[in-house]
């Protein structure tokens, strides 16, 4: 059975709770709309006030107001109702906790490397072996989060390509681009797992630190 495609509105919606601070283009390319036809949405919704538009010096972007976030949430449950996936994407969310910690702690690593010293020390990226080991066990969950995807996107659409785009990223830091690792202004490794993570939570209707 194929995985059921959200329908635009639904994503245009989702997409500043996913990508947060969102400009029309990204939230096209993340979903595959047409740009012209999301910043038109996006216009409609803030008229309803679901989404605010938020200007910070060259930058501006779109956010979801509380409204909003209630509205996406109740799309998102109706979605899991009409397509009976709730169940595979809770046990994702399940598998993925675990995971999340592990990649924390795998992210502390990247930018701290403690001395006897100084506990807090920043990582220099000086000490290869430290970083190579880094790097295997973000490889390492690169392999876990696939199992953890695979399933719920076989259901829904939308959350398909967060492996591929975590592993996307992996490959840009082994060709020595490391700011792949956890940059906010690139597709990084960090940041792809920070909107699957959000991604899972507003799906299910969980509000952000309640699964732990």
């Known amino acids: 059975m194929a995985a059921h495609v959200s329908a635009p509105d639904d994503l245009v919606l989702h997409g500043p709770r996913v990508l947060g601070f969102a400009s029309p283009g990204r939230i096209a390319d993340r979903f595959g709309l047409d740009r012209d036809e999301v910043e038109d949405r996006l216009i409609e919704f803030a008229a309803r006030g679901w989404v605010t538009h938020t200007r910070f010096a060259d930058t501006g972007g779109w956010s979801l107001t509380e409204e909003g976030r209630a509205e996406d949430e109740r799309r998102m449950a109706a979605e899991l109702e009409l397509t009976g996936a709730r169940e595979t994407v809770a046990e994702a969310h399940t598998r993925f906790l675990p ?8 992210c502390t690593d990247w930018q701290l490397r403690p001395t006897r010293t100084e506990p807090m020390a920043a990582n220099d990226h ?22 953890v995807t695979d399933p719920p996107a076989r ?15 992996l490959a840009r830091v082994d060709t020595g681009e ?6 906010p202004e690139v597709d990084s490794c960090h940041t792809v797992w920070i909107q699957l993570h959000e991604d899972l939570l507003a799906t299910l209707g969980i509000a952000r630190g309640a699964d732990g």
């Not at 190579?132 to 696939?146: F, M």
């Not at 259901?155 to 990223?169: E, H, K, T, V």
């Not at 490391?178 to 940059?183: A, I, L, Y």
């Open 178 to 183: 490391r700011r792949w690792v956890d940059s």
């Open 126 to 147: 000086t000490d290869w072996r430290w970083d190579e080991r880094v790097l295997r066990a973000l490889a390492t969950l690169g392999r876990d989060l696939a199992a």
């Open 155 to 169: 259901c829904l659409q939308r959350l398909d390509g967060y492996s591929a785009r975590y592993l996307a990223a």
């Open 99 to 106: 995971l999340n910690k592990r990649f924390g702690k795998v």
